[in-house]
């Protein structure tokens, strides 16, 4: 079966066609600064052939969807209505499916969300302190993200410690430029470190992670950021990049300088925190994976997070993240079962 693994987003779209279920990829694009979404898919199925399904990614699936879903015409008015609350990102993921929609008119079409694997945390790991007013009438909670890159590493990362998934707790630690911790327990996310948006959590490229929500006023009260201006501040100007001027890490381990070296200081510390209480909340650790463009490379940046008496008793494993076959298994199980 070929199934058509397309990841639409805001400036790129990605596309690998994968032969199911040997997992062979048949090919793979990747077009960078999109103009025409339409386009860019007309030139992506040129010459792909015939197709059994197709999945595409969709960021954010608010509270309407735990799993990997059939799209048809109400699955896409609950995507469009999901909107608020990822506005870069839901609005680009619906493009490509309307556009594959359009042609390729009778073939099966899923949706992957990013936010389902996360689906199983509970109402006191995903309600925020705020007036539950905010969660019940405006859903502001925690929804969490990278979900098929760390369902993908616990399912490999089960493999290779010979365990049922269904056994074992693990901490996935996704380290690319945006980045993001899960909690997982007996094979299921229990917490992770983004939140509302994936601006929450561990520090990343160019984004701060957790920061006091004072400091938002503040900028706006006292330094007369506008909102947009903050919105930049926080996701573009911060993280490494904010601290160092720089968001490649192997060219800030390279640097050796004073800002350089506080930058991964203060990522590694956050990471470490971030371990210890996930800890406390599994009681019980098999292993901490990492992953991401950080964490499967920077033997340097994992050296520095496990360096600590408490972190040196718990094995450690590096996988690659596959996100595009998580998302060609998943579509893959929809159309077998
Ligand atoms: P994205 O979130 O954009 O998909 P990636 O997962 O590709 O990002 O991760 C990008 C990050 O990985 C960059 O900070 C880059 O510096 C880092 N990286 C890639 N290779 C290495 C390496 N060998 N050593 C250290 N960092 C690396």
Do not use: W
Not at 20 to 33: A, H, I
Not at 135 to 151: M, N, P, Q, T, V
């Amino acid at each position: 079966m070929r199934v058509a693994v397309i990841n639409s987003g805001s400036s790129s779209i990605k596309f690998k066609l994968f032969e199911m279920p040997t997992k062979e990829v048949l090919s793979s694009k990747l077009l960078e600064r999109v103009k025409s979404h339409h386009d860019g898919l007309v030139e992506i199925f040129a010459d792909v052939g015939e197709v059994d399904a197709i999945v595409h990614r969709v960021v954010h699936g608010g509270e309407d969807f735990h799993s990997t879903t059939l799209i048809d015409d109400e699955v896409i008015e609950k995507i469009e209505n999901l909107i608020p609350l990822a506005p870069l990102h839901n609005p680009a993921n619906l493009e490509g499916i309307k556009i594959a929609k359009e042609m390729f008119k009778t073939t099966p079409q899923f949706a992957v969300f990013d936010t389902a694997f996360h689906n199983s945390i509970k109402k006191e790991g995903y309600i925020y302190p705020l007036s539950l007013e905010m969660y019940e009438k405006h859903k502001i909670r925690r929804y969490g993200f990278h979900g098929s890159s760390h369902s993908y590493v616990a399912k490999e990362g089960a493999k290779m410690l010979a365990k049922d998934l269904s056994e074992l707790n693990l901490i996935t630690l996704h380290l690319g430029n945006g980045a993001s911790a899960c909690a997982i327990k007996n094979g299921k996310s229990i917490d992770t470190s983004m939140g509302f948006t994936p601006l929450e959590g561990l520090v990343m490229g160019s984004r701060c992670g957790d920061i006091d929500p004072a400091i938002v006023l503040y900028m706006q009260r006292e330094l007369g950021l506008s909102v947009d201006e903050v919105d930049m501040e926080l996701n573009k100007h911060s993280g490494l990049l904010g601290l160092c001027g720089n968001n490649d890490v192997r060219e800030i381990i390279d640097a050796d300088d004073e800002k350089s070296n506080l930058a991964i200081d203060v990522m590694v510390r956050r990471i470490q925190k971030y371990i210890g209480s996930y800890m406390v909340l599994l009681e019980d650790v098999d292993a901490i994976i990492f992953t991401g463009g950080i964490g499967e490379n920077s033997a340097y940046i994992r050296d520095r997070v496990m360096d600590n008496k408490i972190l040196k008793e718990i094995k450690h494993l590096v996988i690659k993240t596959d996100e595009e076959l998580e998302m060609a298994q998943e579509c893959y199980k929809m159309v077998v079962r």
